[in-house]
């Protein structure tokens, strides 16, 4: 294996163990580390906030992550991953709406490339509910 494909696992591997310990903190209760938790995931991801994204259209949160191989899809469901559960620690509803559509969006993109992967639909799917749920309320 190249040293560019290791690196991108090895990365891969952390920002996920990163996201699960973000998962962990949310479960617990914990909205202080949750949040800082997931600041960092997505300063790690993008460069960026999950605020600063949330300001931002789809085409330029793609070119921020700077995504050029298949090997860096990651970063675009990974930054969705972050934006699903920050978007319940969201008051406003627009913004909370905007987090869920940024998410459903950048899963789309990933999902048009990675063609017939089922836990991706099953996360496409998860979001698009959650979306429905808050255009109910």
């Keep these: 294996m190249s040293y560019n494909k290791d690196l991108v696992l090895r990365t891969i591997r952390q920002i996920a163990e990163m996201i699960a310990?973000?998962?962990g903190l949310k479960a617990e209760g914990n909205k202080e580390e949750f949040l800082k938790t997931a600041n960092q995931i997505s300063v790690t991801i993008s460069g960026k906030t999950p605020d600063?994204?949330?300001e931002m259209e789809l085409e330029e949160i793609i070119r921020t992550l700077e995504i050029k191989?298949?090997?860096?899809?990651?970063?675009?469901e990974f930054l969705a991953d972050v934006l699903v559960p920050y978007s319940d620690f969201i008051n406003d509803n627009n913004k909370k709406f905007k987090a869920l559509l940024l998410a459903e969006e950048l899963l789309d993109?990933?999902?048009n490339i990675r063609l017939f992967d089922k836990e991706l639909a099953t996360k496409i799917s998860?979001?698009?509910n959650l979306l429905k749920s808050l255009e109910n309320e």
């Excluded at 191989?69 to 675009?76: D, H, P, R, S």
């Design 21 to 23: 310990r973000m998962l």
């Design 52 to 54: 600063e994204i949330l």
């Design 69 to 76: 191989k298949i090997e860096e899809l990651y970063k675009a």
């Design 109 to 111: 993109y990933v999902s």
């Design 126 to 128: 998860k979001v698009q």
